[in-house]
């Protein structure tokens, strides 16, 4: 049991994002342990880790570590340590995407100057290789737009990595993960308007325009829950509802919808999930 983190720690190196959804069924398969004592359970993650870094304390592996321990190891452990305190998955989520998220920030605080540089290289040799993909004013428009909200993108595809590895988890345990009663903590919209102030500080717009983005992953997830389950009502067919929502997430409009939903659910309670407010 104990070889399992070892080497998921070695993995995290590597691809955190791999890791990150291994590591949560390992903790819902050792699930009573996990909870008695985390550190104990998945301690042993860190070690590989702490060896590189001391072998090699260059900018590149810094990177590799840190998103290793911080993103994978550390965020399976507040998982733990939230899912033990507040006896609630979806509240025990919310407090581990918070941790994401916040690192993916001081990620970009503290290593922006050397990922930007490391992005404008990797599209250097995606355009030397593939000139034909950048060709057009549609593309080079999408390139600079990634190129700016890339702090974000990295925070949501680890957000999804932490998301499968959460409904992984529960299969694990043995309990069916049911989309149309997800439901984050209602304290989480106040994440959110915690940060509206940044907007108005000279200098900080994008970094606010990314932690907006990553921090509507939340919501737009709990946005797909409430579709799921009024279209359970008008429509019987599984696979027909299924196919309305591929449909509907086709159309790249319909996000900021469906966000918008999440966080009137967050609010209002919509799906009545929760009498007298979503409060855990």
């Known amino acids: ?26 903790i819902g398969k050792t ?7 985390p550190i104990r359970a998945i301690g042993i993650f860190f070690v590989i880790p702490l060896i590189v ?16 321990v911080i993103g994978v190891g550390f965020t399976a452990v507040v ?17 581990a995407a918070v941790l994401i998220v916040v690192y993916g920030i001081c990620r970009y605080y503290f290593f922006g100057d050397y990922l930007a540089l490391a ?18 004013d549609i593309m080079q428009k999408s390139i600079s737009l990634i190129k700016a909200i890339w702090p974000a993108v990295w925070i949501v595809s680890h957000l999804m990595a932490l998301f499968i590895g959460f409904i992984l988890f529960q299969r694990q345990m043995g309990l069916r993960f049911n989309w149309q009663e997800l ?3 209602k304290y989480y919209v106040l994440l959110i308007i915690a940060i509206l102030p940044l907007y108005l500080v000279p200098g900080m717009q994008m970094l606010f325009i990314n932690a907006m983005l990553a921090l509507c992953f939340l919501p737009f997830i709990q946005g797909i829950g409430v579709m799921l389950h009024k ?10 509802r299924a196919a309305l929502l591929v449909l509907i997430l086709l159309n790249t409009v319909s996000y900021l919808l469906i ?16 009498p007298g407010g979503n409060l855990t």
């Open 119 to 136: 992005n404008e290289r990797a599209f250097s040799e995606v355009q030397s290789s593939l000139p034909q993909l950048f060709d057009g």
């Open 53 to 68: 870094i001391m072998l090699d304390s260059s900018m590149s592996t810094t990177v590799l570590v840190t998103d290793g």
């Open 231 to 240: 279209l359970s009502k008008l429509i019987a067919n599984k696979m027909l």
């Open 259 to 274: 966000t918008l939903l999440g966080f009137a659910d967050l609010w209002l309670d919509l799906r009545k999930l929760h």
């Open 79 to 95: 998982y733990l340590i939230a899912l033990r305190g507040l006896h609630n998955m979806c509240s025990a989520f919310s407090v």
């Open 31 to 37: 699930i009573e342990f996990s909870l008695i004592s």
């Open 1 to 26: 049991m104990f070889l399992i983190p070892l080497v998921l720690g070695a993995l995290a190196i590597i691809n955190p994002f791999i890791s990150l959804i291994l590591i949560m069924m390992f």
């Open 183 to 185: 439901a984050f903590p």
